[in-house]
């Protein structure tokens, strides 16, 4: 599949946003194939620690699944997120009352 410019831009963009999400990313990789006569997306995004996590969505507008994906990702990034904020102890001025 070639892949054009406002194709990749379109992607690069997206991409761009999800270090809102959790900031312990490291890279951020969008594979765009063409299978079967229909769009293939993925996105794979390294964070700290060896975390790794992975999107993929099939169909047949291209643009739609990069925006499929990076839904996938978000909601990926905000649980890991919040499982991180949930592991960390309570804050200094929310501990006992001494």
Not at 19 to 47: H, K, T
Request: glycine letters at 8%.
């Amino acid at each position: 599949m070639a892949m054009t410019a406002p194709m990749r831009q379109y992607a690069q963009e997206k991409a761009e946003k999800l270090p809102r999400y959790y900031d312990g990313l490291q890279s951020v990789d969008v594979i765009l194939d063409m299978e079967a006569g229909l769009f293939a997306v993925e996105i794979v995004a390294s964070g700290k620690r060896k975390r790794v996590f992975v999107a993929h969505h099939r169909g047949d507008d291209m643009y739609a699944c990069v925006d499929q994906c990076c839904h996938k990702l978000e909601e990926q990034l905000r649980r890991h997120k919040g499982r991180i904020r949930h592991h960390q102890g309570p804050k200094r001025s929310e501990g006992t009352n001494e």
